[in-house]
Every structure is written in structure tokens, then in C-alpha cells.
Nanobody, 126 residues
Framework: QMQLVESGGGLVQAGGSLRLSCAASGRTFSNYVLGWFRQFPGKERQFVAALRWSGGRIYYADSVKGRFTISRDNAKNTMYLRMNSLKPEDTAVYYC???????????????????WGQGTQVTVSS
């Protein structure tokens, strides 16, 4: 089993920045993909960004490209999401997840992730 714990959410003004963290513990899988998803009220979870724990390609949703940066610190078993130029429409609960997705389509689909964190609220005021 793998446990994921997010932190770093909060309230920020439009144009501001936040950095989310996702700490992984328990069994970790070097071939797994770690990703960030977000969920708006009454909506399904939406893909934000992902990377492979072993390195290589990074994936972003078009809506966050150029504003958000995903990274990892293998020594700390932690993944980060740096969010710059935040907009009110970025307001959501942000989740980190881990799973064995292989193709780009799978990486961007929540059903390919086996483990999920509890979520952290990000609120961007206008």
C-alpha cells in the first residue's frame, strides 16, 4: 500500500502563487506515474499534471501550461506542484495520485490511478 498526503493549499489572491506538496509513504513503485488532479464543486476530477517517478516525460493540462510546474524529490519521496499566476478559475480541491498509467491518454485519466491523497483546498480570490 502507498499513502499520499497533500499539503500547501490555502487562500491566495489572483496572480499569486502556491506550492502544493504530496508526500508518499509505504510501498513506492519506481515505475509509477504521480499526478495532480483537481475537482471543482459538482464536477468530475480534472487532470492537471503528472510525471513518472523514475524520470522522463512530464505531462500538463493545456489550462495550466506555462503557469504550473510539477517536480519531484526522490530522496524525500515527495512531489510538488508550483502554481503561478493563479486565477479564480483555479479554485478547486487538488488531489495527488499514483498509478501505473502507461500511455498519455491513461496518464490523464483518473481511473488509471490506484492511490489518492485526501485533497487540499486551493481558493483564488479575485
Amino acid at each position: 500500500q502507498m499513502q499520499l498526503v497533500e499539503s500547501g493549499g490555502g487562500l491566495v489572491q489572483a496572480g499569486g502563487s502556491l506550492r502544493l506538496s504530496c508526500a508518499a509513504s509505504g510501498r513506492t513503485f519506481s515505475n509509477y506515474v504521480l499526478g495532480w488532479f483537481r475537482q471543482f464543486p459538482g464536477k468530475e476530477r480534472q487532470f492537471v499534471a503528472a510525471l513518472r517517478w523514475s524520470g522522463g516525460r512530464i505531462y500538463y493540462a493545456d489550462s495550466v501550461k506555462g503557469r504550473f510546474t510539477i517536480s519531484r524529490d526522490n530522496a524525500k519521496n515527495t512531489m510538488y506542484l508550483r502554481m503561478n499566476s493563479l486565477k479564480p478559475e483555479d479554485t478547486a480541491v487538488y488531489y495527488c495520485a499514483a498509478g501505473g498509467a502507461i500511455t498519455t491518454t491513461q496518464v490523464m485519466a483518473g481511473e488509471w490511478y490506484d492511490y489518492w491523497g485526501q485533497g487540499t483546498q486551493v481558493t483564488v480570490s479575485s
